[in-house]
């Protein structure tokens, strides 16, 4: 199946480097991938997988390895970061 | 002891600089910097003050924590009436002024009356006296690049309410119009020197340092002051933001911008197509501070706002987060370099970027409905319009044109035109960048909030988004009023302290309590600190209720109780503020009026 994987900030290096500048990759994985799969195969460090969203929606960190993706969901991903 | 105990008392009317010592009473009550200023305030000034007459008054103070080697220890406030809202005022700003003030021997200038001519205060150390000129010849004149200044520029002269005081070029006391207030009392600047060694003592200086040491190595430990700040600035938000679905765009009517990546802080890293360079030149900090999230930044000289302007083509304050979002996705303009630009105007003539950007995004919809023509604005203004945001921003600065019209914020300018309704502001104040739709705690947070429509009062972003203490769904509304009280009470500790409320990503009370602890005579337990921030929270509010301020206007606009979010994960949602006040009303203590109770009066003595 195919997913949207967003990686911003520092995490934006683990992207192709032709996708570095829309910080956005479409990917195919296999059907059931959870989160922690996808983090796991593109070889993004968990630790520093602070804000995890599927299709907007915060993933906790104990919800990773069983939230399963499905078709056209976009995952996003930023390192330890804020505002204000 | 970490407070120099000396007050400077200008009275601009009469000429006059005295001196006198500080209520070390009060010092107990409210420890410094916000709280103390406030409590000095309302014990001076008619809470029915207009606050653009000679009898307003205008406070710049320090904290305990200003100029000592704590992370960050470089804050000032200044504490007034705000033009915009009618409300307590409270600006707080970075740079190097504040620590100067300090060595200078003062924990606060108190402004009294308006100058018949324009003037500027000069301190060097505890010498005080009015003259005039401005921050390049002032540095110039007396010979001394470490001469530290806070000026208004254009916009504080020209009456703009949401005028800024901007120290060290590009640090400033942004928000709320203190410098309109400033500008209406004739004080062009405040320029300080202080070489003084004895300006204040530590009462324990080496558990102050070990209690300062400990504080750095947490911020550097941890991710977001560590890295995240440092290497993208504020600026990162803005894709947070959008993909949460809570990036407040064309005043409003959407929660999502389809231009956030082009204007974001990855975007200022990325190398221009048009001159190879990228927009950021390197971070900045404050004085004291370990972090550095501060934005330095250089424009494309060829870019159509600056290419026959050569004085901006160097380096200077860029765009953070509140000023990308109000410049950029608030009015739907996504060119980064012109938001630069348009921030450089804001620091240079002293002009808030959040309540103009978001001014002009009302002025964009009141265009689009067709309420005010080209005729009127002297060019067309459609959304997403970046010569006319531009142009619009060099108006405001000079005080002509429409720019006089924008420089009134949005609810005047909203009102007058015949559509109240459209102004995004609480209070008077417009609205920073995070949607009350898509993060309910920050809805409750900006109705609540003291000086009107404020992200720095009780930033729910922190458990809405990141996670920081602990994760709250953006939609949930149980446990938020009890959280923002938390917020809230907590961030007036840490304002009055003299450090940056950005350490309390890293930090918590326990980090700050010892550091202030160490600094000042007398028992400073945590649970005393948030008493003290309680009781400024109600000190302010007690304020704005005599100033005429009611429960009522502790509301959003109807477009955020009335219109759902268009699209994204928080689709549909509308605020649900009118499920949270009662309950915020009650854990404050206050009556279901908003008042607060007796009881709660008495338990907080103010």
């Known amino acids: ?84 | 002891m970490a407070w120099t105990k000396n007050v400077l008392r200008v009275n601009l009317e009469a000429g006059t600089c005295t001196t006198e010592p500080l209520n070390m009473a009060w010092a107990q009550d409210y420890l410094g910097q916000r709280g103390l200023a406030t409590k000095y305030f309302v014990s001076e000034v008619d809470p029915q003050v207009d606050p653009l007459s000679p009898k307003n008054k205008l406070i710049f103070v320090t904290g305990p924590l200003t100029g000592t080697m704590a992370a960050t220890g470089g804050r000032y406030s200044v504490i007034t009436k705000g033009p915009l809202t009618g409300a307590i005022a409270c600006s707080n700003s970075g740079g190097y002024f504040g620590a100067e003030l300090k060595f200078a021997g003062w924990d606060m200038v108190i402004f009294e009356g308006a100058s018949p001519k324009p003037v500027y205060l000069l301190i060097i150390d505890d010498q005080a006296e009015l003259v005039w000129e401005t921050e390049a010849a002032l540095q110039k004149h007396h010979q001394d690049p470490q001469l530290r200044v806070a000026a208004i520029g254009r916009a504080g002269e020209q009456g703009v309410l949401y005028a800024a005081i901007v120290n060290d070029l590009h640090r400033a006391a942004g928000r709320s119009g203190v410098g309109a207030v400033m500008g209406s009392k004739n004080l062009k600047a405040v320029a300080v020197r202080g070489t003084r060694t004895d300006a204040y003592h530590l009462a324990d200086p080496e558990a102050f340092f070990k209690a300062s040491e400990a504080g750095k190595q947490v911020l550097a430990a941890h991710g977001v002051t560590g890295q995240g700040l440092p290497t993208y600035g504020t600026q990162v938000l803005m894709n947070v933001i959008n993909e949460l679905g809570a990036l407040p765009t064309r005043n409003h009517r959407d929660v999502q911008f389809e231009g956030a990546m082009a204007i974001g802080g990855e975007a200022m890293h990325e190398k221009r197509p048009t001159d190879g360079k990228a927009n950021l030149v390197t971070n900045g900090a404050c004085f004291g501070c370990t972090i550095a999230c501060g934005r330095i930044s250089r424009m494309d000289p060829g870019h159509f706002s600056v290419k026959d302007k050569p004085q901006y083509h160097g380096a200077s304050g860029g765009v953070e987060y509140e000023a990308a979002w109000a410049l950029g996705a608030a009015n739907g303009v996504s060119d980064l370099e012109a938001l630069t630009y348009a921030n450089f105007l804001c620091n240079e003539d002293g002009f808030d970027p959040i309540s103009f950007g978001a001014t002009v995004g009302a002025a964009m919809e009141l265009y689009d409905l067709g309420l005010l023509t080209k005729e009127q604005v002297g060019f067309e203004l459609p959304f997403g319009a970046t010569e006319a945001m531009v142009k619009l921003a060099e108006l405001t600065a000079r005080g002509e044109g429409f720019g006089k019209e924008i420089g009134l914020g949005s609810r005047r300018l909203c009102a007058k035109y015949g559509r109240p309704d459209l102004s995004m502001t609480v209070k008077g104040q417009e609205f920073p960048a995070y949607d009350g739709r898509g993060l309910q705690g920050m809805g409750l947070a900006y109705a609540t909030s003291n000086r009107g429509a404020c992200h720095l009062r009780g930033y729910m972003v922190s458990p809405e988004v990141l996670g920081i203490p602990v994760k709250m769904e953006p939609q949930a509304t149980e446990g938020k009023p009890a959280m923002l009280k938390a917020f809230q009470d907590l961030t007036a500790v840490v304002d009055s302290a003299g450090i940056c409320l950005f350490t309390t990503f890293a930090w918590g009370l326990s980090d700050i309590q010892p550091q202030i602890q160490a600094a000042c005579e007398g028992d400073w337990s945590e649970e005393r600190l948030l008493l003290v921030g309680e009781r400024i929270w109600n000190l302010e509010r007690q304020f704005n209720l005599a100033a005429g301020l009611t429960g009522k206007d502790d509301n959003l606009p109807p477009r955020l109780m009335k219109e759902p979010a268009k699209t994204g994960p928080q689709k549909g949602a509308v605020s649900k503020l009118d499920l949270m006040l009662p309950e915020y009303y009650q854990v404050r203590g206050w009556t279901p009026q908003g008042v607060p109770t007796p009881e709660t009066k008495a338990r907080l003595g103010v």
């Open chain 1, 1 to 84: 199946m195919r997913i949207t994987l967003k990686l911003f900030a520092s995490l934006s290096a683990h992207l192709p480097a032709e996708a570095r500048a829309r910080h956005c990759v479409d990917l195919e994985v296999a059907a059931g991938s959870t989160v922690l799969d996808v983090i796991r195969s593109q070889r993004i460090p968990p630790g520093q997988c602070a804000i995890v969203l599927v299709d907007g929606v915060w993933v906790a960190p104990a919800d990773r390895a069983v939230r399963d993706l499905a078709e056209g969901e976009v995952l996003a991903i930023w390192p330890p970061v804020a505002g204000g």
